[in-house]
């Protein structure tokens, strides 16, 4: 590894793996499974559903990685194999009538969902989550949760900067909404200045 920038670490990986050195690989791998996992865990609120699909992001990834074109970095393209394999497994699931597409969502987790909102309203926000678009509702996640900027967002999500802050926002308002009580409209100070980052 070199001392420079953690993206040019992947970079110099990524030229040794493309000519067969899975040592290079194992070290990707090493250093993008924690936080791979976590997002995933978070996103299907099951350990061994997301060390599945963890396992499944890294194998496509080593099939794949010749193909990589490299117009993102190899974080947003392991993340977009990700979460595409999380959605793809709930499918399966809804076809065989075992799930709803409404569980990939956040998973009720204490210490990320604290910040938003009181301990007695959390199953409300789930309910609130739950019926957002697809897209807004990764994109909440991704922003309020593995604390993405609008960048990575739209890297992950395979859009523009400006969709993902579009779905971002209206994902938010449409919470927002479910949340005020009638004839306020109160907004906490800095809550529009997150559009700017």
């Not at 493309?18 to 299907?44: C, I, N, T, W």
């Not at 909404?177 to 109160?186: I, K």
């Given at each position: 590894m070199t001392n420079g920038h953690p993206m040019d670490d992947d970079l110099q990986l990524l030229?040794?793996?493309?000519?067969?050195?899975?040592?290079?690989?194992?070290?990707?791998?090493?250093?993008?499974?924690?936080?791979?996992?976590?997002?995933?865990?978070?996103?299907?609120?099951?350990?061994?559903?997301?060390?599945?699909?963890?396992q499944k992001t890294f194998v496509k990834a080593f099939t794949g990685i010749k193909g990589f074109e490299r117009r993102s970095s190899f974080r947003t393209w392991l993340y977009q194999i990700a979460i595409n394999l999380a959605k793809n497994l709930y499918r399966d699931r809804a076809r065989a009538g075992r799930v709803s597409l409404d569980d990939v969502i956040i998973r009720r987790d204490p210490k990320t969902l604290e910040s938003l909102i009181r301990k007695e309203t959390r199953d409300r926000l789930y309910k609130a989550l739950t019926s957002l678009p697809e897209k807004q509702r990764l994109t909440v996640m991704l922003r309020i949760q593995e604390q993405k900027t609008f960048e990575e967002i739209a890297g992950i999500m395979k859009c523009s900067v400006g969709t993902s802050k579009a779905n971002y926002?209206?994902?938010?308002?449409?919470?927002?909404?479910?949340?005020?009580?009638?004839?306020?409209?109160?907004?906490?100070?800095g809550e529009e200045n997150d559009m700017q980052k």
């Open positions: 030229d040794r793996c493309v000519v067969g050195d899975r040592d290079a690989f194992d070290e990707l791998v090493l250093k993008h499974q924690k936080p791979l996992y976590s997002m995933l865990y978070r996103m299907v609120s099951d350990a061994d559903d997301a060390a599945d699909i963890l926002h209206h994902g938010v308002q449409k919470l927002k909404a479910m949340f005020e009580e009638p004839g306020t409209g109160s907004q906490r100070p």
